[in-house]
């Protein structure tokens, strides 16, 4: 039960509050893709690093919902506008429409945007698909085309990968599926939400031992991958 469920996560963050032992948890909110494309594959270190600390991760696309979560810290798409928040900027959302190789043999090629769309698409109502589309020009209706909606890229991606279909997936997050050539990347092109990613927090929060260690961490991880 929802309702139940919150209001045990409400007292536990309530204790925390006056419990100094407690105050060893980080909790963290992140929407899925990136929890299990890019923090799942990495959180380990920071906790080897600092086993003095709990990290707790749930899953939440996090935009204007910050104080209903009671997180920590979120990995957020845009910057927060909430009174009391704070955010460092983490990478640019980039995506790209996606297909595998076994999809694309089975088809004509793909020259320009209108083969994009004889294509099976995932989910032609999506944002991301959408705002590729109208970037590369396409300027006819697509929204009758069948639908499957799965609400989270890690599921396009994998349908995607299983050669079913077509999707917008983002280039830094499913970079390894782009770089072994698992997924191509259709007309060669990508576009970017000029949002970003963001790693936000409390103000209160900026001096806490535990999430300054896990902005550090963060922060560096980023910077190892632009070198």
Same mark, same amino acid.
């Given at each position: 039960?929802?309702?139940?469920? /919150?209001?045990?996560?409400?007292?536990? *963050?309530?204790?925390? @509050?006056?419990? =100094?032992?407690?105050?060893?948890?980080?909790?963290?909110?992140?929407?899925?893709?990136?929890?299990?494309?890019?923090?799942?594959?990495?959180?380990?270190?920071?906790?080897?690093?600092?086993?003095?600390?709990?990290?707790?991760?749930?899953?939440?696309?996090?935009?204007? +919902?910050?104080?209903?979560?009671?997180?920590?810290?979120?990995?957020?798409? /845009? @910057?927060?506008?909430?009174?009391?928040?704070? %955010?460092?900027?983490?990478?640019?959302? *980039?995506?790209?429409?996606?297909?595998?190789?076994?999809?694309? @043999?089975?088809? =004509?090629?793909?020259?320009?945007?209108? +083969?994009?769309?004889?294509?099976?698409?995932?989910? =032609?109502?999506?944002?991301?698909?959408?705002?590729?589309?109208?970037? @590369?020009?396409?300027?006819?209706?697509?929204?009758?085309?069948?639908?499957?909606?799965?609400?989270?890229?890690?599921?396009?991606?994998?349908?995607?990968?299983?050669?079913?279909?077509?999707?917008?997936? +983002?280039?830094?997050?499913?970079?390894?599926?782009?770089?072994? /050539?698992?997924?191509?990347?259709?007309?060669?092109?990508?576009?970017?939400?000029?949002?970003?990613?963001?790693?936000?927090? =409390?103000?209160?929060?900026?001096?806490?031992?535990?999430?300054? %260690?896990?902005?550090?961490?963060?922060?560096?991880? *980023?910077?190892?991958?632009?070198?």
């Amino acid at each position: 039960m929802p309702e139940v469920s /919150g209001a045990f996560s409400t007292l536990e *963050r309530a204790f925390a @509050a006056i419990d =100094p032992i407690q105050d060893k948890t980080l909790w963290i909110a992140s929407f899925q893709t990136f929890s299990t494309q890019w923090l799942a594959t990495r959180v380990g270190h920071f906790q080897i690093a600092h086993p003095e600390l709990t990290v707790r991760i749930f899953d939440r696309f996090c935009t204007q +919902d910050y104080a209903i979560d009671s997180a920590d810290v979120s990995i957020r798409v /845009g @910057a927060p506008t909430q009174e009391g928040l704070t %955010a460092d900027y983490l990478a640019p959302r *980039r995506y790209a429409v996606a297909a595998s190789p076994a999809l694309l @043999a089975r088809h =004509p090629p793909v020259t320009r945007v209108e +083969d994009v769309l004889k294509l099976p698409v995932n989910d =032609p109502q999506d944002t991301e698909f959408t705002h590729w589309l109208s970037e @590369a020009g396409f300027q006819g209706s697509h929204t009758h085309l069948p639908r499957v909606r799965l609400g989270s890229q890690t599921y396009e991606a994998q349908m995607v990968l299983a050669g079913q279909g077509i999707a917008a997936l +983002d280039t830094w997050l499913f970079r390894d599926a782009f770089a072994s /050539g698992q997924v191509v990347k259709l007309l060669d092109m990508e576009v970017e939400d000029p949002k970003g990613y963001w790693l936000a927090y =409390p103000e209160r929060l900026r001096k806490a031992p535990k999430l300054r %260690a896990f902005r550090d961490w963060m922060l560096e991880q *980023r910077r190892q991958e632009e070198v």
